[in-house]
């Protein structure tokens, strides 16, 4: 197996990161790709941004923030929010995106993901899953999509997806721990990696959930601080969590 | 000094053109086979499905261009799809023929979590870079492995790396730096 990996997440909202309660009260913490570079620079193995600005320019947004970010990052990163086809994401990975993530499209019509997965490669397609309970959530967790979690799970793998970003929205913004049972009954139906997330107060969460997943999706718990990150690494290695020695 | 990045449809060129570029070293986007067969150093980038990659390729007669540059002890590096693509032959999408350029074949990963996504070391302390694949090559001219899998391979005047130098931050610079001043 790879090493554990650490993700930190940056929510973008026109073209800047934004820190916000559930989307709202947003407020701006930064320029992206300044972030993003401190992260990298403190150790982390890959970036989430997320955008969440519901803009009808939210695409080309998105084009334009993966761009900036792949001339000033070297290491790998997703860019999720408004990807509903071959071709949004086309744009995204050619800019220098590695992955993909997609969510609401997804669970509105599924193929999308074979058609990811077959054009733009199964590395490339990450799927989100929203879980509250044993259901899948969308549209920003505000609506059920009418599905368990663990078939949704399996559909996604066998239709090509490459990686699944689980988030327990029960947890989500609590800092009390990953949900861990959720995260053991979804890898045990797919061999697909799952990064974990929601719910991550201090590194000792982080700890359990690597145990469990294959990556942990960092949020609230660093504060938009890339300093965060690098006390979290050296916790994590104490506690026993192989991390990646420093570059 | 000239270096082409192969553009055929499956690759990130654009994150290994940026690579160079932070090297400060200029690497330009081609699909023209005698831009291929000019250039110092031919880049064979991939990341998607070997399938449709080589038919990327064929289409844009770059197979041939490659052949060429090999048979004529030219350096190619090849960077993971695009190490599969110099086997032989690869087990993906129901088997798919190579460039041939490197005696093997590509076979699926039996590891428990696949694609393999992620930062490993190379077996025996060397460094850690990152991977993201689904397929694996079994070839005689691996020379270093990484979780016992096919990490480098070495065959004439082609290199090929199952890892993203390109997006292994400091760590893959230094290898692409090393390596392409001294290839090309």
């Known amino acids: ?8 997440c ?17 407020r701006d913490v930064g320029d992206p790709v300044e972030l993003g570079a401190a992260y990298s620079d403190a150790g982390a193995d890959e970036l989430v941004f997320l955008d969440i600005s519901a803009t009808l320019n939210a695409q080309n947004a998105a084009v334009g923030v993966a761009a900036r970010v792949a001339e000033n990052v070297s290491i790998p990163f997703t860019f999720g ?30 193929q999308l993901v074979g058609e990811l997965a077959e054009r733009l490669g199964t590395q490339a397609v990450v799927v989100a899953i929203d879980a509250a309970g044993d259901r899948v959530r969308s549209h920003a967790a505000t609506r059920d999509a009418e599905r368990g979690v663990l078939e949704w799970a399996k559909e996604c793998e066998e239709r090509g997806a490459g990686e699944l970003l689980v988030t327990s929205i029960d947890r989500d913004g609590t800092q009390s721990g990953y949900d861990l049972e959720l995260l053991e009954r979804i890898r045990d139906v797919v061999s697909l990696p799952i990064v974990a997330s929601g719910g991550a107060g201090n590194a000792r969460h982080v700890a359990d959930a690597l145990r469990v997943a294959d990556a942990a999706l960092l949020a609230s718990i660093l504060h938009a601080d890339p300093a965060r990150l690098a006390s979290l690494r050296t916790e994590l290695s104490d506690l026993g969590i192989p991390v990646r020695g420093a570059a | 000094m000239r270096f082409a990045i192969c553009s055929y449809g499956a690759g990130n060129t654009r994150s290994v053109q940026l690579a160079f570029e932070r090297l400060g070293l200029r690497a330009d986007v ?4 005698d831009e291929i067969l000019a250039a110092d150093l031919a880049v064979l980038p991939g990341v998607g499905s070997a399938g449709s990659a080589m038919a990327g390729l064929r289409q844009r007669g770059l197979d041939e261009a490659l052949r060429e540059r090999a048979t004529a002890e030219r350096p190619i590096l090849g960077i993971c799809l695009g190490l599969q693509l110099a086997l032989d032959k690869t087990e993906e999408d129901g088997g798919v023929e190579g460039l041939g350029l490197v005696p093997g074949r590509a ?35 691996a020379t270093a492995t ?3 899998l096919t990490a480098i391979v070495e065959h004439g005047s082609f290199t090929g790396v199952q890892f993203h130098p390109e997006k292994s931050g400091p760590v893959g610079a230094r290898f692409l730096a090393a390596r392409c001043l001294f290839l090309a």
């Open chain 2, 30 to 33: 081609v699909d023209d086979g």
């Open chain 2, 146 to 148: 990484s979780e016992g």
């Open chain 1, 10 to 26: 940056l929510d973008v909202a026109r073209g800047r990161v934004v820190k916000g309660v559930r989307f709202e009260q947003l």
């Open chain 1, 1 to 8: 197996m790879p090493l554990p990996r650490l993700i930190p």
């Open chain 1, 81 to 110: 929010g408004g990807i509903r086809s071959v071709d949004d994401a086309r744009a995204v990975l050619e800019a220098g995106a590695d992955k993909v993530s997609v969510n609401s499209a997804a669970l509105a019509r599924p």
């Open chain 2, 107 to 141: 076979v699926r990963l039996q590891t428990t979590r696949v694609p393999r996504i992620g930062w490993a070391p190379l077996d025996g302390g060397g460094e850690t870079y990152w991977y993201a694949h689904s397929f694996v090559a079994e070839t005689p001219a």
